[in-house]
């Protein structure tokens, strides 16, 4: 089975604190994603990578950068946190683009609150 | 451009009866489909997906959707919903992006109660 794991499950941070979020897949995707998830908004894509030390931005990057030095990590950092980026963020993997269709495997999220 | 509407926020459902999630979807090309579910504090898994073929596609848990292209719609169904069915249900779309790779969105997202 694929798994894609997160470092944290709750996070709490305080307003311009520099927080990473890592994110871990053990099946060799060369696709990464990075998704923040509002009730209400459903996921809305930050970032993704389609290969090592590649990144783009997706549709609401402001506030955020990525790293993604190995394969199977891809980083999410938040230069300096504010409240607004409370929110639960969901990372997730997917194989080339020959496979699936594009069919994602995510992380068990992780809800961070800044105050 | 694509475009992914849930036409219910939440659905409420009384267990053992039938239930059908709505998705209607736009694009300007061919696209494939999915229905992911998310438990409480999980993170989303695959439910089915289309990705050619068989327009009815049989998923986990008992769970099937139908593609209709004329009505561009992926509506989800189960004929008979238990407890722990009560989950979010997200559909998604995705087609081939620029420099090949695929872009999805997703709804924003169906909220299954299913009461006893």
């Known amino acids: 089975d694929v798994k894609v794991t997160q470092s944290s499950r709750y996070l709490v941070k305080r307003t311009g604190e520099k927080v990473f979020l890592e994110c871990v897949q053990d099946?060799?995707?060369?696709?990464m994603f990075w998704y923040r998830q509002d009730p209400g908004l459903g996921l809305r894509l930050i970032y993704f990578?389609?290969?090592?030390?590649?990144?783009e931005k997706g549709d609401i990057p402001e506030g955020y950068s990525v790293s993604r030095e190995k394969k199977e990590r891809f980083s999410l950092i938040l230069e300096s946190a504010s409240t607004n980026q409370t929110s639960m963020y969901l990372c997730?993997?997917?194989?080339?683009?020959?496979?699936?269709?594009?069919?994602?495997?995510f992380g068990p999220g992780t809800r961070l609150t800044v105050t | 451009a694509q475009s992914v509407t849930q036409l219910d926020s939440q659905v409420p459902v009384f267990e053992e009866a039938p239930v059908e999630l709505r998705c209607n979807y736009s694009s300007s090309v061919s696209v494939y489909l999915f229905w992911y579910v998310q438990y409480p504090n999980q993170g989303l898994q695959l439910l089915l997906k289309?990705?050619?073929?068989?327009?009815l596609v049989k998923g986990i848990n008992g769970f099937e959707a139908e593609f209709n292209k004329s009505q561009t719609s992926f509506h989800l169904r189960k004929p008979s919903v238990h407890i722990s069915d009560t989950a979010e249900y997200f559909c998604a779309v995705s087609d081939r992006g620029r420099g090949g790779g695929f872009k999805t969105i997703f709804g924003a997202g169906t909220r299954l109660f299913v009461k006893a």
């Open positions: 289309y990705l050619s073929g068989s327009t």
């Open positions: 997730a993997s997917s194989p080339g683009t020959d496979s699936g269709g594009g069919e994602q495997y």
């Open positions: 099946m060799d995707h060369e696709n």
């Open positions: 990578s389609y290969d090592v030390k590649m990144k």
